[in-house]
């Protein structure tokens, strides 16, 4: 495969777009969020045997959710994309992740296995298909977007249901509580971001546990804004092999904390090595790599709000 040409650091547009001032948003985003899941109805509660399903990015979220209520010692979570959901296991509840509330597919798995359990939406439209279909809704109106590549919508759903773990008073250690991911994302969506990040020809972003799920949306990110060659791995696994697409004029990124021995591995490639877990949340850090993708989009002469071959909703017909 052949590497894209480096790009030059962008100079800054004038005119900030849709996508970037989303981006710019979540801070406020994320404790709202918080504040709605005090008294929301249709979470799971502690020892319910939960399925999260969603489509692209929302299918990352749920993998990151999943990981944490389960980590948390809140009962068995699993993630599947909607498009590939093994309907015959059984579930206490299911928790959709759907910005438009119009995917063919997620709507098509509600409608097959809601009279066998409990249905929770989580949505930016109160007047999507999705509220109907569900038996718990949350909107999330006020972290709707304009653009098609997701943003702020899928951090602020996560922001929900990582404050609902909170309401048990349990969270995995070394996991921050949503007030303390809000602060670390006000520092995100400010501070410089390192030269050679800009001017890399591709990028590799890692997570263990929960923060696997924000490193592969990182990639996403990258692809959809950008047509970046990017690629996404659990941070253990990047060993075993993957850790030879890393050189020179290469980033590898890790989203929270790095296994010990990483960090050493990753600099030996001569690679350009990215690593804040002991500063910022995972969550907060891929803001980071969000205004990167939208950074490297505008110095390739692409506009981040209107990416390649995209709709907002992917609805089938048939």
């Given at each position: 495969?052949?590497?894209?040409?480096?790009?030059?650091?962008?100079?800054?547009?004038l005119?900030?777009?849709?996508?970037?001032?989303?981006?710019?948003?979540?801070?406020?985003?994320?404790?709202?969020?918080?504040?709605?899941?005090?008294?929301?109805?249709?979470?799971?509660?502690?020892?319910?045997r939960?399925?999260?399903?969603?489509?692209?990015?929302?299918?990352?979220?749920?993998?990151?959710?999943?990981?944490?209520?389960?980590?948390?010692?809140?009962?068995?979570?699993?993630?599947?994309?909607?498009?590939?959901?093994?309907?015959?296991?059984?579930?206490?509840?299911?928790?959709?992740?759907?910005?438009?509330?119009?995917?063919?597919?997620?709507?098509?798995?509600?409608?097959?296995?809601?009279?066998?359990?409990?249905?929770?939406?989580?949505?930016?439209?109160?007047?999507?298909?999705?509220?109907r279909?569900?038996?718990?809704?949350?909107?999330?109106?006020?972290?709707?977007?304009?653009?098609?590549?997701?943003?702020?919508?899928?951090?602020?759903?996560?922001?929900?249901?990582?404050?609902?773990?909170?309401?048990?008073?349990?969270?995995?250690?070394g996991?921050?509580?949503?007030?303390?991911?809000?602060?670390?994302?006000?520092?995100?969506?400010?501070?410089?971001?390192?030269?050679?990040?800009?001017?890399?020809?591709?990028?590799?972003?890692?997570?263990?546990?929960?923060?696997?799920?924000?490193?592969?949306?990182?990639?996403?990110?990258?692809?959809?804004?950008?047509?970046?060659?990017?690629?996404?791995?659990?941070?253990?696994?990047?060993?075993?092999?993957?850790?030879?697409?890393?050189?020179?004029?290469?980033?590898?990124?890790?989203?929270?904390?790095?296994?010990?021995?990483?960090?050493?591995?990753?600099?030996?490639?001569?690679?350009?090595l990215?690593?804040?877990?002991?500063?910022?949340?995972?969550?907060?850090?891929?803001?980071?790599?969000?205004?990167?993708?939208?950074?490297?989009?505008?110095?390739?002469?692409?506009?981040?709000?209107?990416?390649?071959?995209?709709?907002?909703?992917?609805i089938?017909?048939?």
């Amino acid at each position: 495969m052949s590497e894209p040409s480096s790009t030059p650091s962008p100079t800054p547009s004038l005119t900030p777009s849709l996508t970037s001032l989303e981006i710019t948003a979540q801070p406020g985003c994320w404790r709202r969020a918080a504040e709605a899941a005090a008294n929301a109805s249709g979470l799971p509660a502690p020892g319910e045997r939960v399925a999260v399903t969603g489509c692209g990015t929302s299918w990352f979220m749920a993998q990151a959710y999943a990981a944490l209520r389960e980590a948390s010692g809140q009962g068995e979570t699993d993630a599947f994309p909607a498009s590939e959901f093994p309907v015959s296991r059984t579930y206490d509840r299911l928790v959709v992740i759907t910005r438009s509330g119009t995917t063919t597919e997620v709507l098509d798995l509600i409608g097959e296995v809601r009279e066998r359990w409990e249905v929770l939406a989580l949505t930016a439209d109160p007047a999507t298909p999705v509220v109907r279909a569900a038996d718990d809704v949350a909107v999330l109106d006020w972290a709707d977007e304009r653009s098609v590549v997701q943003t702020r919508f899928a951090t602020t759903a996560l922001a929900f249901l990582r404050a609902s773990l909170e309401r048990t008073g349990r969270l995995p250690e070394g996991v921050k509580r949503v007030a303390e991911a809000a602060a670390d994302a006000e520092t995100a969506v400010i501070e410089p971001l390192p030269r050679a990040v800009h001017s890399a020809g591709q990028w590799t972003f890692l997570g263990a546990g929960w923060a696997y799920g924000l490193a592969q949306e990182a990639a996403l990110k990258m692809r959809e804004a950008a047509g970046a060659w990017t690629e996404a791995y659990p941070a253990m696994e990047y060993r075993h092999g993957p850790v030879a697409i890393t050189g020179p004029g290469r980033v590898a990124w890790i989203l929270g904390d790095a296994p010990a021995g990483l960090e050493a591995d990753i600099s030996r490639t001569g690679g350009t090595l990215v690593s804040d877990g002991a500063r910022l949340d995972p969550m907060a850090d891929l803001i980071r790599a969000q205004r990167l993708a939208v950074a490297v989009a505008e110095s390739r002469g692409l506009d981040p709000d209107v990416p390649k071959g995209l709709t907002r909703s992917v609805i089938l017909e048939g």
